[in-house]
Every structure is written in structure tokens, then in C-alpha cells.
């Protein structure tokens, strides 16, 4: 019955007109825009044809005419040749599709393709989809508007429709008394053996003191940094995500690659999800920066020096290594977070989430107010929705670590207002469920005065720029702490200089870091630098 379904849900035309279109301008499959697949054709002719193009490109050939598949598919694919070539006219195929395909549908076209190859697979699945495009349907009044709603939707779109449904089941059948029972110290001795090992303590972050104060970036917890417009929060989010993950980094002491000791051997991932910046031009770029060393302003304005493009290079490489994850999300909410995470731990020890930031977005709203069957709509509300759903459903059930950043209201613009939750955008409801909780600010010209005896004493030569304000920290020693660092925001440079306690007097905290290393193949490697 699924064979049967699953051809009613291919459209030939479309299927043509992509292949024509790929033959016009066969650099389509080399842009990162359009991410083809053999599987997205469901006719046997279609795929040969796609299979040869595809191949074709990637061997270098430039100009593919009917001539170069013919001839790729009678030497690689005997069953492709026959059925496209032997029992059909595949020449006169072939430049009817060119002739017919028009580039300026391409993106519709695609769009088409891909979703009826996103309902197929859910087919297989088992999943009805019929509440999205039901071709079985014979009223054709139903099926115009299901065809106008078909094409409003992105891929994305369809599946989380289709998995919200099953959220919903696990829902309405999860209660209080789901989670965790031991009886009290059952399995010490393991317990212990593991704090002895410093396994309470997380990956370490790009703060010294910080680590220290709030036993690093550990799973299942839930950190949420604030800040002001131009406090770089964008920026240290990709940072954070970057330094945890990133197999190699640049040492600034040493001038040269060295291991990154949070993950020597490349096993944890981790995944930015952002609403704003552009995952190409922004993102990937202020990564290249953290890993390299080298600027931002330097790289977009391609002011380098031969050493610094070789570096820059091979910091692009380290990241090609490593298993980051770049997702663009302006309309999330909690489900598509849980689904992101979830597709890429079936292959991958997911440690961080880094989400830049939390905004109460159309389809959170909607989320929280089908969770609270209507009762959540107050701002508060559904603050308290997004805190409780991002320590509770992401950090704790998927067992990594969440770290977002949210805007500060009016408060902010009072130079002398205290650094703490009241200050940020959602105040106490959004700062409920958070394990850490910190402000990070340019350094003000009062808070200089006030510091201004310690600076004496032994960081004249570098002076803070920023200040972060700890003002939560579940289950730690030390809270309602200052840490005064110099901070670069072009390549996510961090210097932490000293701590304070809230009254700006000096306080003694030891730096935690994690040591980095070398190995032979490394050592080969930053010859060239």
C-alpha cells in the first residue's frame, strides 16, 4: 500500500524541470543553497539521470550533454543505461528537459521536490500525513486550498508538524511522577570515585575564574548570559560553542595550534542555533576567528599576511573537523530545539546547545499556550514557559549543556542600576529554572573609580574592558562575584584579570583552565606558521 501512496506523492514534472535546470547550469549542485540528493527523484529514469550529473560534476566535467551520460552510464551503471538509453530515446529526452526547464522556477521547483521527498519518507515511517497533503483526496475544492497550504510550508515546516503530534502524546501520558528514584547514597562509592576524578566539574569555558566559580560548562545544566547592545553576546555565544568543541585552537601564549584539551579526540559535538546573525557571513566567520586567533575586522577586509591566510586556513580546517552545528532558527520554539538536538544525538555525543537568544517568538507563544491550554499570555508566563522548558526538557532530559542570552530592559540605560536579574528582560520568571545567571557590561567609568586601587597593583599594563556580574549560581560557593577581564571581540580573545565580591573589593578565586597539548602530527603542522 506504501509503494502505491508513495507514487502518487512524486511529481514528474517537477522532477524534469530540476534536471533540465541542472543541465543549464550544472554548478547548481556545487551551491550550498540546494542540497540534492539522489533520493528526492522517485523514478528510476530520473535517478540514473541524476546519478550521472551528479558524478559528471563532481569528476570536473564542465559542459554535460546527452553524449557524456550516455557514455558514463553504458561503464558505470548497466541498469541505469537500459532503462534510460535501451528502452527508451534518452538522447531526445534529455534535450527536451533542457529545452523545457526554466531557471527562474528553479527555487520553486526545489522547494516542491524536497518536500514531497520529506512526505515520502514520512510514509515510510508509518506517519500519516493527510493533515498536510492528502492526494488521495477527490474533492477538488480540498484539494486547491491543501495545494495553497502545501506551499506555504517549508520542509522544516512538515516535520515538525508531523513530530509536534507526537510531543503531544508523550505529553499527555508524562506525569509528575515520571524520573529519577535511588535510594539515598545507593551507589556511593561511584559517586565518590567520581568527584575524586573532578567529573563535578564540566568542559572548561573560555573563563578561568568562571570555571572556578561555577564548575565549568556541565551537562544538564542551564546558563543564561545578558547583556547590552554592544556587550558582544552574539559573538561570545559562538565563542562558548566553538572553544567547547572545536578538536584544535589557537595558543596565544605559544603562537602556534594546540589541542584542545575539552575534546582531544573530536567525539563531543555541539550546535548554535541563531535567530539574527547570518550563519555564513557572521557566524562561521567569528568561529574562524576564535579558532585562528586573527580578527574578524582582518578577515572580512581580507587584510592578512601570508602567515595569517595559511592560519586562517588551517583554522577552517580544525572546523571542517569538528562536529559543529549551524542552525538558523528566527521562529523556534522548545520542540524544534528538542528535535535538533535529538536528530544529531542518534549519531553524535551532543554536548552543548548554545541558542542566541531567547526571544518570545510566534511559535514559542503558540507552544506555550497549547502546553498551558491557554493559560499562559502573560509575559511572565511564558518567560517562565521558556526557563523551565530549556533546564527541564532540554538540558536535563537530553543530558547537555544549554547556555542563551537574552536582552536587558529600561533598567539598562541607569549606568548606576544594580547588575542582577531584575535588570533582565523577563526578570525573575526567565532567571527560575537557571543554573548560572551573569550580566556581562562594558566596564563603566564608576566601576574603573572603584576598582581603581586594585588595578594598581598589579594589572596596570592591561586594563578590563568588561565586567561579568554572577548573580546566580545553583549549587556553587561563590555567588553575587564580579570577574574584571579584558575582552577582544574580534577574535574572542579573553583575559580575566580579577574577582570582586558585589561591594567591588577584592577577593581571591583560582583560575581553572585545562591544559593544552601537542602531538607529533601537530607539531608538523604549525611549521608553516
Given at each position: ?29 556545487q551551491d550550498d543553497k540546494y542540497a540534492l540528493d539522489i533520493e528526492y527523484f522517485h523514478n528510476d529514469f530520473h535517478k540514473g539521470i541524476f546519478f550521472a550529473i551528479y558524478n559528471l560534476t563532481a569528476e570536473g566535467i564542465e559542459e554535460i550533454t546527452p553524449i557524456e551520460i550516455e557514455a558514463y552510464l ?403 560557593k561563590l555567588k553575587m562575584v564580579r570577574i574584571f577581564r579584558h575582552l577582544n571581540l574580534g577574535n574572542m580573545e579573553m583575559q580575566d584579570l580579577f574577582v570582586t565580591n558585589w561591594d567591588y573589593e577584592l577577593i581571591d578565586v583560582d583560575m581553572m583552565i585545562a591544559e593544552p597539548y601537542e602531538n607529533d ?9
Amino acid at each position: 500500500m506504501s509503494k502505491k501512496l508513495k507514487k502518487l506523492y512524486y511529481e514528474a514534472r517537477v522532477g524534469c524541470q530540476i534536471i533540465g535546470g541542472i543541465l543549464k547550469k550544472h554548478d547548481i549542485l556545487q551551491d550550498d543553497k540546494y542540497a540534492l540528493d539522489i533520493e528526492y527523484f522517485h523514478n528510476d529514469f530520473h535517478k540514473g539521470i541524476f546519478f550521472a550529473i551528479y558524478n559528471l560534476t563532481a569528476e570536473g566535467i564542465e559542459e554535460i550533454t546527452p553524449i557524456e551520460i550516455e557514455a558514463y552510464l553504458s561503464r558505470t551503471s548497466p541498469r541505469y543505461y537500459k532503462i534510460i538509453f535501451e528502452d527508451t530515446d534518452g538522447f531526445e529526452w534529455i534535450d527536451n528537459v533542457v529545452n523545457q526547464a526554466s531557471l527562474a522556477n528553479f527555487d520553486y521547483n526545489y522547494s516542491r521536490l524536497r518536500k514531497f521527498s520529506v512526505l515520502r519518507d514520512l510514509i515510510d515511517e508509518g506517519t500519516d500525513i493527510s493533515d498536510v497533503l492528502d492526494l488521495t483526496e477527490v474533492d477538488n475544492n480540498i484539494i486547491e486550498k491543501q495545494n495553497e497550504t502545501f506551499d506555504s510550508l517549508t520542509w522544516d515546516d512538515i516535520t515538525n508538524h508531523c513530530s509536534g503530534k507526537i510531543l503531544k502524546i508523550e505529553s499527555k501520558y508524562e506525569t509528575s511522577s515520571d524520573g529519577d528514584y535511588k535510594r539515598a547514597s545507593y551507589n556511593s562509592e561511584n559517586t565518590l570515585e567520581r568527584l575524586k576524578n573532578g567529573e563535578a566539574y564540566g568542559l572548561m569555558g573560555m573563563s578561568g575564574f568562571k570555571n572556578k566559580i561555577v564548575y565549568g560548562c556541565r551537562r544538564k545544566k542551564f546558563s543564561l548570559t545578558s547583556g547590552s547592545t554592544g556587550a558582544g553576546k552574539s559573538r561570545l555565544a559562538c565563542g562558548e560553542i566553538t572553544f567547547l568543541t572545536a578538536i584544535e585552537l589557537w595558543d596565544y601564549e605559544k603562537q602556534k595550534f594546540v589541542i584542545n584539551p575539552n575534546n582531544p579526540e573530536g567525539k563531543l559535538s555541539s550546535i548554535y542555533v541563531g535567530t539574527e546573525l547570518d550563519l555564513s557571513m557572521e557566524v562561521d566567520i567569528i568561529m574562524w576567528a576564535t579558532v585562528s586567533g586573527i580578527e574578524t575586522s582582518k578577515i572580512i577586509e581580507w587584510d592578512l599576511t601570508e602567515e595569517e591566510e595559511a592560519r586562517l586556513n588551517y583554522a577552517i580546517d580544525i572546523i571542517k573537523r569538528s562536529k559543529i552545528h549551524l542552525y538558523d532558527r528566527p521562529n523556534y520554539d522548545v520542540g524544534v530545539l528538542e528535535r535538533i538536538v535529538k536528530r544529531h544525538q542518534q549519531d553524535e555525543d551532543v554536548y552543548a546547545l548554545g541558542i542566541d537568544y531567547i526571544l518570545l517568538t510566534g511559535a514559542l507563544v503558540m507552544e506555550a499556550r497549547d502546553y498551558s491550554k491557554g493559560m499562559y499570555t502573560r509575559e511572565d508566563q511564558l518567560f517562565l514557559y521558556v526557563s523551565k522548558s530549556f533546564k527541564e526538557r532540554l538540558a536535563n532530559a537530553l543530558n547537555i549543556y544549554v547556555s542563551s542570552s537574552t536582552q536587558l530592559n529600561r533598567s539598562k540605560d541607569d549606568k548606576k542600576a544594580e547588575k542582577n536579574e531584575g535588570m533582565i528582560r523577563g526578570s525573575f520568571a526567565l532567571c527560575d529554572k537557571v543554573d548560572v545567571g551573569t550580566i556581562i557590561m562594558p566596564i563603566e567609568n564608576y566601576e574603573i573609580e572603584l576598582v581603581k586601587e586594585i588595578i594598581k597593583k598589579g594589572w596596570n599594563k592591561i586594563k578590563p574592558t568588561h565586567v561579568e556580574h554572577i548573580f546566580k549560581n545553583r549549587g556553587g560557593k561563590l555567588k553575587m562575584v564580579r570577574i574584571f577581564r579584558h575582552l577582544n571581540l574580534g577574535n574572542m580573545e579573553m583575559q580575566d584579570l580579577f574577582v570582586t565580591n558585589w561591594d567591588y573589593e577584592l577577593i581571591d578565586v583560582d583560575m581553572m583552565i585545562a591544559e593544552p597539548y601537542e602531538n607529533d602530527q601537530q607539531e608538523e603542522d604549525n611549521i608553516r606558521f
